[in-house]
Structures are given as structure tokens and as C-alpha cells.
């Protein structure tokens, strides 16, 4: 039922629409931009219902208190402590090894303010565990969501990130402001 629910409120309701090419493997990671407002979380978390997916994702600590904390646990939320030194992207690449199924959804950006230095604990995560990696992109103007790529990592993670912000530089965010695929991927496609 909110499944349902899910697909009616996405699809109907919002005219959200999906061009997604590939089936997820058991084990990948979702690399998902742009991430520019909270309304990706609903959107993502509405396409995961209707599309029956069941996976994690990342959000910083301070979301995890009280009744929102318990929320986002039951949802797949991880919480991330950037305070501690801690090598997250170790663990999480062990636990990704050590389980059956591990689809774990992470926005390269790492805030929903403008950035152009993209974190890059999704591609050691992949590299690690030999996960691929699938490109999601969530287009406002166009009310899309799109899967049309995926990689494997290669190892040459200069050449790997190009390739991976080049096929998000021309999705729209909510507020396209405060999306950037960085200054060498932009003079990259400029030529």
C-alpha cells in the first residue's frame, strides 16, 4: 500500500517522471546529485517506496535526535559523525564485503550549499568493496529522475570523478545556484 501510495504522490501528484536503465544489483553504491534541498530527501526517499528499493544512505548527526533520529534509522539512515577521526569509508567498505545486500546512497557533494570539491568517500567505498558505482540524478526542471550510467572504479580517481561530474553537469537542482561540477570539469566541457 505505500508502494502505492509512493508511485501515486511521485508520479501523479508531483509529474515526477524516471528514465532509470539498470536493475541495482544486490551490491553498489548510488551516487546521487544534485543536492541542493531538503525536498531531494523526499523525492529520494518517495522513489525508493515506489520503486521498492531498500537501501542506506548518509546524513549528518545532528538529524539524528529524538523521534526524527528514530525515523531516519528505520529509513536507512546512517548517521555521520565528521567530528571524529574515523575512517568511515573503511567500514563501511568492510560491512559492504561482510553482508548480502549493500545499496548505500550518498550525495557527492556532501551539503546542499555550493561546492565544487566533491567528497570522495562514495568512490574509495566502491574501490574498496569493488562496488559499482550508479549515477542517479535528480533534474528539478525537468522533473526527472535519471540512472543512465554507471561505473566500476578504475583506480584513477581524477579520470573516474570527470567522468562522473561530467554526466551530472547538466542536471537542474532545486536551487541550480548552488550546484557545480567544478572548474576543471566546466572548462573540460566547454571546449
Known sequence: ????????????CMGWKKDVRFKLPKKAIICLAPHTSNWDFL????????EGLR???????????????????????????????????????????????????????GTRSLNSNWKMGFYYIAEKANLPIFLYGLDYERKLIACTKFINPSGDIDT???DIK???KDFKGKYPELFTVGE????????
Open 1 to 12: 500500500m505505500l508502494q502505492t501510495l509512493s508511485k501515486f504522490l511521485l508520479y501523479k
Open 43 to 50: 523525492i529520494g526517499q518517495l522513489y525508493a517506496e515506489a
Open 55 to 109: 537501501g542506506n544512505f548518509l546524513m549528518k548527526k545532528e538529524w539524528f535526535i529524538g523521534p526524527l533520529g528514530i525515523l531516519f534509522r528505520k529509513l536507512g539512515g546512517i548517521p555521520v559523525y565528521r567530528d571524529k577521526h574515523t575512517s568511515m569509508t573503511d567500514r563501511l567498505a568492510e560491512m559492504a564485503k561482510e553482508v548480502d545486500k549493500f545499496q548505500l546512497c550518498i550525495t557527492p557533494e
Open 160 to 162: 573516474d570523478m570527470q
Open 166 to 168: 561530467s554526466y551530472f
Open 184 to 191: 576543471r570539469s566546466e572548462e573540460r566541457f566547454s571546449r
